[in-house]
């Protein structure tokens, strides 16, 4: 059974539409991240959250919103779709904190026409 | 801020010739963490290995690296190159200070050609 759940694996959008990726997690882990990867910057940190408070924030862009409804989702709401958000969108968790392992869902392949 | 720094985009091996990629690091922190995660076509990236312990090798399936806190610098290495290590990899670092931020190099393909 997959352990990180991520939806949907391909999303297609308009540019300056909203949507909402969504990320489970069934490790029992206490931390989640948010990363990025694109041809143009191989693998990005987004976000970083534990206990579902934020933790850290590497996106300079407000358009990117994540949202923790539990301990074990955390999802990412983009809004003012641009091209350029086009990417594959990663969640992760680890046990604790960011010394640990990071576990990797399959990934949501973002595409914005 | 922490970086990390992976020199070669590209790396290009025959089967059976050894591996070596380069991963140094920038940290004002004097117990870092850092990893190698692989990631093949078409998969998410996952642990190869880690370490947080000055000079000591740390291996995993057929892989090794060694954290250098004097130069900085946790290579990765492997004897001889598989077709099945064709793989982006990629050298990260968390500061070590329990904080929630994990910083990732750029990556380096590694396409081992029979």
């Known amino acids: 059974d997959p352990k990180i759940i991520q939806k949907p694996k391909y999303l297609v959008a308009v540019t300056g539409s909203e949507k909402i990726l969504i990320c489970e997690q069934y490790?029992?882990?206490?931390?989640m991240y948010w990363y990025r990867q694109s041809a143009k910057k191989p693998l990005e940190f987004m976000f970083s959250?534990?206990?579902?408070?934020?933790?850290d924030n590497q996106t300079a862009s407000s358009r990117f919103q994540p949202q923790s409804s539990k301990k074990n989702h955390l999802d990412l709401q983009i809004t003012a779709l641009k091209p350029d958000d086009s990417a594959t969108y990663f969640c992760?968790?680890?046990?604790?904190?960011?010394?640990?392992?990071?576990?990797f869902g399959p990934g949501t392949r973002l595409l914005v026409l | 801020g922490d970086s990390v720094t992976q020199t070669e985009g590209l790396v290009t091996l025959t089967e059976g010739l050894p591996v070596m990629l380069n991963c140094t690091y920038q940290?004002?922190?004097?117990?870092?963490?850092l990893f190698w995660y692989v990631q093949h076509l078409n998969e998410s990236p996952r642990l190869l290995l880690k370490?947080?312990?000055?000079?000591k090798r740390t291996e995993h399936q057929g892989f090794h690296a060694t954290l250098h806190k004097s130069s900085s610098s946790f290579h990765l290495q492997k004897s001889s190159a598989q077709l099945s290590d064709s793989a982006l990899y990629y050298c990260?670092?968390?500061?070590?200070?329990?904080?929630?931020?994990?910083?990732f190099g750029s990556g380096t393909r590694l396409l081992v050609s029979p």
């Open positions: 992760a968790s680890s046990p604790r904190d960011s010394q640990d392992t990071q576990y």
């Open positions: 490790l029992g882990h206490n931390a």
């Open positions: 959250y534990s206990y579902q408070k934020l933790m």
């Open positions: 940290t004002i922190y004097s117990n870092p963490f």
């Open positions: 370490s947080f312990t000055d000079n």
């Open positions: 990260a670092l968390s500061d070590g200070t329990g904080g929630y931020k994990v910083v």
